[in-house]
């Protein structure tokens, strides 16, 4: 059984987009890109909802061949690119770079993937993790928690009919008072 595991950038009040999709507050440090790259490199399948997946799709599939590009710009394209992503939409008609799309029953579709054998899962995007969150389906909850105050936006947590309770599993500071949460989901 694969796990299944919600990671985001966020604010300290909780949003993971501040108003009008807003991520301009969350431009990571050098050692705070390196981490997220070296996840895109070890997971293996990306589940996206549609709002992010065109925010991603639209900079990171030729990321590596603008001008100024850094090198950890380059292996982050690369390994975006590279990694197998599934998109739940029912409104978008086709999808690319190693992507299939998935437009019927997201949480029967999630569900099925995760009893298959197989390496972690990443699910991106507030909207498919809030209904994944509420399935009871989320495995693993990182956050990574930047110090600034959004008052509003799309929040990473969804409203829950039940509580959720969590082990803390890991802690990490990151430059610039970023702090780096993992808590797995106790069974």
């Keep these: 059984m694969r796990k299944l595991i919600f990671a985001m950038n966020l604010s300290l009040d909780g949003y993971?987009?501040?108003?009008?999709?807003d991520l301009g507050w969350s431009v990571p440090s050098d050692e705070l890109f390196q981490w997220w790259s070296d996840r895109v490199g070890a997971t293996?399948?990306?589940?996206?909802?549609?709002?992010?997946?065109?925010?991603?799709?639209s900079h990171w599939p030729t990321a590596d061949q603008r001008p100024g590009a850094t090198p950890a710009e380059v292996e982050y394209a690369r390994r975006w690119r590279d990694m197998p992503k599934v998109v739940f939409s029912s409104t978008i008609g086709t999808v690319d770079w190693n992507t299939r799309l998935v437009t019927g029953d997201a949480v029967a579709e999630i569900a099925r993937l995760k009893a298959e054998d197989g390496g972690p899962m990443d699910i991106i995007g507030a909207t498919l993790a809030a209904a994944a969150m509420r399935a009871g389906l989320i495995d693993e909850y990182v956050l990574v928690t930047a110090p600034v105050l959004l008052g509003?936006?799309?929040?990473?947590?969804?409203?829950l009919d039940t509580w959720v309770n969590l082990n803390l599993v890991e802690t990490r500071t990151f430059p610039g008072g970023v702090m780096l949460t993992r808590y797995e989901t106790r069974r």
Excluded: N
Excluded at 16 to 21: E, K, L, R, S, V
Excluded at 44 to 57: N, V
Excluded at 152 to 159: L, N, Q, V, W
């Design 44 to 57: 293996d399948l990306a589940l996206y909802g549609r709002k992010l997946w065109e925010t991603m799709s």
């Design 16 to 21: 993971i987009a501040a108003p009008g999709d």
């Design 152 to 159: 509003g936006g799309t929040p990473f947590f969804t409203a």
